[in-house]
């Protein structure tokens, strides 16, 4: 057991003293019992070591150390260096084992036992010199047979008892006296304590075997403890034969120790225990007092008697109060009396003190001149020699001086890294531990949203058959489906999840990173339904993508430097872009390029500003349609209507071939969300109209948009035939559905965590991801659509289905990998042939148009 004498640093106000103080460590609770004596029975306090660290500063002093907890700070003195290191390392390890034990990560005692400081790191992955080697233990004052030696001394008998708790000092006290024996009996006794009975016959027997053990009994109880100090008490105190035991047991010469130890260590407890009856006389007499004058208020035969003990006691009270009133005014007097002395024999002593300068100064002018005169007379090499011994022996003393701090402050950063290094790995353990209790609760919580969506799904299934249902039944499924939607889709920190230790698992919020709402509003019930199915299983989906796919990739985002064109690079893009990243790395692909002439986008908006561009009513109307699932721009009075209304009137007047075209605006906002900065914004819409996309793109006619209809038709047919079929049976124009996610890059059609990893792609690699995607958004839902034998049902799904889809993971492995090979020199031959094929039709149209108004013209009115 680790248990031994400490003094504790007590405060009291201004007062500041050491006490002796009996330390146990409690296992059980990894908690550092402190007692007044070895011999008491109920702690004065506890020190919580498992959330504590421990700090040791040379400059406190020798054997002085520090337990900083939560609360406190506890000061504690050992009797020498080594013992103060023994405490430190002892109470480290303890504090290790029960650390462990509290997260369950296996440590062997043994190996604490080796490597107290190290933890589980090895001694061939650590110098040996940057830790402090195990300290031996100092028998004569830490453990078991401490108990039996007298506590150390203090200045005054009274110091070493705790004022904080006296009725705990009152129990002690009285349970030393009185031994195990209860004082008055066992019934509403204060004093009952536990019994101790021992047969005084076999006391020798019990004592021999205990000293025999010694150290190595360190796995008793502490109760052997002190009923080991009690019996040996007992024995000094009471036993009539104990000078023939230990003339038996001990030579003369500890037979003499024994008996000096038990007289010092009874003198001390007489003291303390006259002390102790002195306190409760003094308050045994105040408390007779009162009940004499409470016995003759009550045995006054008259009310006439009490009002006359009532007033005499009121006279008793005024004429004190006068007296009190007195003594104060004489108080005040004789302080201001004490003050004006104080400062006149301030003054004395500062006119003194001047004056044995004076005279300091005076002697060594003396000295010097008579070391001077010294020097002259005597030999000059004797002299010079004296002066070389005489620096030589400061120097050989500073010398050693210097030597003796190196090592303290040696020893003392070697129990610091130790300190630091055990530390480190509890913190590492607890938060492998709270990482694991993390990942365990995403997972729960991607199975209870998996239900959650098979229970809508079977709602749905359930409100498609409604028609067929009694009205009993018709209306409990409506009531359970009106209760569905208005469940809340908990979102927010999923991301987060396993790489920051929030304190709230799981926020719940209705927006994500950019505003963009979890789930969409629909109008129609089905379509409401179908949204809170789709946010469950993407919420699912992410929950249990974390570790496996999202953690990796973020750690390799994290490990990437300076940007520059690789494979890697393109491989990561494709991949996404964490929050984190990606406002600079679309901020690096933009300024890649665009050249960003200086004060071009101010000039812009000074241009705006004076001169009405034509599209700007346009702009306005387009204003409030602009991303209306997005908190950022659903309000009039957001702050981003504004940027996004400057920039799309800048770009007007930068390119004048476009102006404005209906699905800049949506593109301009997604570049705001992102970027934030409205200038970087302006040039991304810039890259995107002017580099990524063809020319022409975004011209009155859309010629080049319609030309990519028809090459995503081709690519369709070839890479997915039985699909083109069906929609060839059923009459499916695509263009229909298709053309806008071309337009504006899949804007308001796919769910925000997906478009954004398509526009990482995009920015970085233009349309062909477009095509790509379109392409792969066909496949996931290939099965499904194909399911479908209606017209009027086929184009209904193909309105939302986009939104339906869940696994982002998936889709980009469709679009980057079954679609594969997808040259772009391909997609360049098919947008020239295609190209070529509508301007001869346009050609032929305009040549039919205007042999019609031709013919018109010659027939007349």
Known sequence: KLCGYLNKLGIKGPIKTWKSRWFFYDENKCHLLYYRTAQDVNPLGAIDLSSASLDCKLENGEGIFEIRTPNRVFTLKAISKQAMMYWLQQLQMRRWEF?????????????????????????????????????????????LKAASLPAPQTSTALQNISLKHPWTEIQNTVYNICGSKQLWGNNG????????????????EEQEAEMEAGCEGEGTCYCSVLNWARKAKWRNSASPGLAEELHRERSPVDKVSVLQQQILTLTEEVKSQKELVKLLHKA????????????????????KDRLELVRHKVRQIADLTSRMEALEKEKKELEQTLTLKESHIQELKDHVQLLMEKNH??????????????????????????????????????????????????????????????VTRLWTGVAENEKALLMKCACLQAQNCKMESKYLMVLRKLQEAVPLLPNSHAELV??????????????????????????????????????FMTV?????????????????????????????????????????????????????IRSGIPVEHRQRVWGWIVSRHCSHPPDHYQRLLRQSESTEHPACRQIELDLPRTLTNNKHFSSPTSPLIPKLRRVLLAFSWHNPAIGYCQGLNRLAAIALLVLEDEESAFWCLVHIVENLMPADYYSNTLITSQVDQRVFKDFLSEKLPRLTAHFEQYRIDVSLITFNWFLVAFVDSLVSDILLRVWDAFLYEGTKVIFRYALAIFKYN????LRIHDNVEIYQYLRFFTRMIVDGRKLMNIAFNDLNPFPMKLLRNRRTMHREEMETELCELEQIKAAYVKERAEQGP
């Open 361 to 422: 100064a005076k002697q060594q002018v003396i000295m010097a001149l008579t070391e001077q005169m010294t020097r002259e007379l005597s030999d000059p090499l004797q002299e010079t020699n004296t002066i070389t011994v005489e620096t030589l022996y400061k120097q050989q003393e500073e010398i050693e001086h210097l030597k003796d701090d190196i090592d303290a402050y040696k020893t003392q950063n070697q129990f610091l890294n130790s300190e630091i290094h055990q």
């Open 284 to 303: 045994l007499e105040a408390a007779q007092q009162e009940k004499r004058v409470s016995s003759m208020y009550l045995t006054a035969a008259e009310d």
């Open 782 to 785: 290939e099965e499904e659509i």
């Open 478 to 515: 409506r009531n359970l489906i009106q209760e569905a939607l208005q469940w809340d889709v908990k979102e927010g920190a999923e991301d987060e999840l396993a790489f920051e230790l929030t304190s709230t698992l799981y926020p719940s919020s209705e927006y994500d990173e950019y505003g």
């Open 520 to 572: 969409p509003e629909y109008e129609v019930e089905d379509w409401k339904l179908l949204a809170k199915i789709q946010a469950l299983e993407i919420k699912s989906n992410n929950l249990r993508s974390q570790e496996v796919v999202e953690k990796p990739l973020r750690d390799r985002w994290n490990s990437v430097g300076e940007l520059s064109p690789s494979a890697e690079l393109k491989s990561l």
């Open 189 to 204: 006794n204060v004093f009952n304590f536990d019994e101790f009975q021992e047969h005084p016959e076999n006391l020798n």
């Open 99 to 143: 650390c462990n034990a509290q997260t369950r990560f296996p440590v062997s005692s043994s190996q604490l036992v080796n490597e107290p400081l190290l933890g589980r790191t090895s001694r061939s992955d650590v110098d040996n010199e940057d830790f402090l080697p195990p300290v031996k233990t100092p028998t004569e004052v830490v453990g």
